[in-house]
């Protein structure tokens, strides 16, 4: 398969021809459809301070994206192969103190899709089925990659009492400035 790729802590990426990855048991192999450039993937291109104190190369990058599923790990029963879908991009361990508490977000052991492991800049993905968000038929597959960023900006906002408020949503990307409607239509249904 095609990949985009970072070979090693320097400036740059390279388009190459690996194998494709092969799901284990409890994960789901996705070809990937559409995907979004986020900063962090700048980041990495450019080898900044961030990311070389973050990433471990050598790795594909890309995590925000939506795909359909190809093929099931072996234990997975609530996914179907041709599904749209994207991916929740922090895989974590299920087993620390924090997982166990529910406190999941704070996992230490956590590890990110495109950064500390390979991503979503590639023909296929892997990814936990846990991670896995299915879409109904009203969403795309160029709506479908947003949904990571999207996700974060409706957690930063439910997490606050927001209801009421005057609400200033900016900043560069998708999770800041795009689409300015929904941010609107969050605020207002809350």
Do not use: Q
């Not at 985009?4 to 092969?22: H, Q, R, V, W």
């Not at 996914?79 to 230490?108: F, P, T, Y």
């Amino acid at each position: 398969m095609r990949a985009l790729f970072k070979p090693s802590a320097a400036p740059g990426l390279e388009m190459i021809e690996c194998a494709e990855p092969n799901p284990g048991p409890n994960d789901v192999k996705i070809r990937v459809e559409k995907t979004g450039i986020c900063g962090t993937d700048l980041h990495i291109e450019s080898w900044d301070a961030w990311a070389a104190s973050a990433v471990n190369s050598p790795l594909i990058i890309g995590h925000e994206f939506s795909g359909r599923i190809v093929e099931l790990g072996s234990d997975v029963t609530s996914l179907e192969v041709g599904a749209l879908v994207s991916g929740e991009g922090h895989i974590i361990c299920g087993i620390c103190r924090n997982c166990r508490a529910g406190r999941r977000h704070m996992c230490k052991n956590t590890s990110s899709v495109g950064v500390n492991r390979n991503g979503a800049f590639a023909e296929y993905v892997v990814i936990p089925a846990s991670n896995v968000w299915v879409h109904s038929a009203a969403v795309d597959a160029e709506l479908g990659a947003i949904f990571d960023p999207f996700g974060n900006a409706v957690h930063t906002a439910l997490t606050f009492p927001v209801a009421g408020e005057d609400v200033l949503i900016t900043g560069a990307g998708p999770i800041g400035s795009w689409p300015p409607k929904w941010h609107v239509m969050l605020v207002r249904a809350m």
